[in-house]
């Protein structure tokens, strides 16, 4: 059985529900892109207006549930993204049980080094070199072309957690990774797999050693990227972009193509054309450092 | 025979004996906690206040020796800090001993991926899911419910040295990792092991990916670490934290619970309070950096 | 065959021969040490004072190649740095031929981990301990007494590429490692192998945890290096030097001998006197960061 009811659901996130409670459900998506057969969840009222017209059903508050014209099935619930973390565990099953149904899939003239593990569902293109000690979660595809350093993690979990009273309730993921051709990513570099959809590396991206790309990230082509650069969760990197070593991107931003970052500088911000940017506090001897800092203190 | 004369101690170390050469040492402890049977170095006299009454030998300068009462053992050496390196050098072939004569205890409903190596003298709980390549050195305890990602490696050496003459002399790591339950860790993240003591990650703290803990680091229930944040050496964190992305803390800081540290902030010095803090160097056009700073250093 | 004809060459980069088409091309090196079994590159005026005068063959423009005195063959192209790029990748194959041609040698005393793989034409010294899950690359030199913890990577690819329109022209790299005696390597670190040259840790180096050395730098003896600091390619770190965590290098630098670094600071121009350096943005509660911001871009 590779759905669940509403009904079923209703008693995983203590919810109510407004609708057919033998509404059958086949997955969980984001509210934009939700079709008749899944079910999306609805956190705030801003997300109403990209609410894909034919979910088959929707968890949301009572009050945002008011909202919403149509015919709609409803999971009613006080704490939406708490419900939605608790309905990822249990896709999380049908996720597992399709994963472990299918024999990745492997192009030809494939060199895999010693100790790389490819997990089941994967894709890999032709032409691919992935070194030693690689590995490979379920649900990954790898372009044409691609070289994998060792130490590689590819589809990792995303860090997402819903907060409750005295912790964290886990957001199973059910997306995957798609990497395009010609990427190359450099050693002990991690790429997380996506919450609902993926995570996204164009074709003729370059990644160097010790990168985290979070989930639902997407990077345009041949972006470069530089070591021990972090980018967060859901954002977005134009295409021929070079961010240098020690950047962090903050998550759900939207970076333009042709965007150059300097080494050390953190993006708390959108940037929307392209151009060299930094944010960098200079080197000086510790002595005159510690003077800089009282100096600009004192001012008013 | 897992333990050594004090005569035999005082040759590793080039020491002098003051008391009984026949004393067996079997442990080497903090100052703190040190037992009848262990020996312990106090390299400050700060330290004496908190020496324990019945340490069963004492590694310490002649000076130092005259300020503590009763009628202890000693080992009397210039460089107490040194002479503990070379000590740990000897101790730590007792420590690999009692490893490598402990098989480990897996719990039940255990996953183990391909590759992952979980070496003597663990324990791991019920439910715990340890994903591919992941590397677990002796004398760790992982509790129930825990995921460990990809390429973690959990229990490696601290960054421990000694200085000598032209080099270091290294500090063999006597303690282990004990992590508590529900915890989860991200991809390529490191644990590293206490030198005496444990390193600890309490219930519910949650890890991303690449993240450095160093050796003896406590962090206190349920929080939350983002990706290449590290935590330096006896490092106490509380609990219900929030570390973002690229934060560093430095060594022997204590944070209280509760506080929130924003991305690619250097933590210089101990937090007593809850709240959000920060140090971020403002990204902008990197042409207007330049003058940004360029002007910052004209001020008087 | 282990070499190259001069036409043959001129074929991969479309180049145009000057002198013997049948002249015999074994290696590709770096214009200083150029001999005549060799071809060199050649992409700055700047460079040619360094130019080694008995080169096998000379790889530049047309423009540059008139400069040089002598009977020198020459690839005439307009883009050396392509040109070179696309030379690596044809000289690749002799590379990965000669190593797979060559065991590797490994010392007296040797622990080597569970999963760790050492793949050929490497050379391992005496009383060296691997731990589990370590990548060591073809061509690396491992000296004596050194510890490598787990999920080290050494010898990977330098992050190297010539941008061509509408993406990247990898750099093959045809380099090696050599690490010294006694030297250290924390848990998940990354040392690339050199371009041309080899990349090199000296006697004596600790590097702690998640450190990511680039191509072709070179590091000095019994400089400590603490969690996530990155060193850009080619920049040599002296002897006795101290780098803190999160701490970034620039590429191409050079810091002199007993040079401390403080934690997060980005060094980004060469240090020529020992001391103590840093820039790190001051840790406050973050309304008090976000007026101290507002403050220094209020001045004038």
Redesign the interface.
Known sequence: MDFFSLEHLSKIVSGEIKGDPKKQIYNIENFAVCNSNSICFIKSKIDLKNLSSDAGAILTTSEISKKINGESNFLIVDDPYLGFAKLTEEFFKIYEKRNNAVESSLGKNISI???S?I?NNCVIGDNVRI?????I?PNTQIGDGC?I???V?IG??G?G?APVK???C?IHHLGGVHIGN?V?I???S?I?RGALDNTVLSD?V?L???I?I?HNVQIG??T?I???T?I?GSTTIGANCQLS??V?V?DHLNIANGVT?????????SITKA?????????????D?LK??A???K??
Request: aromatic share 8%.
């Open positions: 080094g010693r100790n593990v997990n070194h030693d000690n690689v590995s979660y070289i350093h060792s130490g993690v990792s979990d860090f957690f005295g912790g964290w886990k010609n190359e450099g050693a002990n991690v997380d003729g370059i160097d050693n010790q985290h979070a082509e041949n470069a530089a070591a021990q972090a967060a070593g020690h962090g903050a970052v300097l080494a050390h500088t953190f993006v708390t911000k151009g060299v940017y930094s944010g960098i506090m200079p080197m000086q001897e510790h002595s450092s800089f800092i100096k600009l203190k001012i008013k």
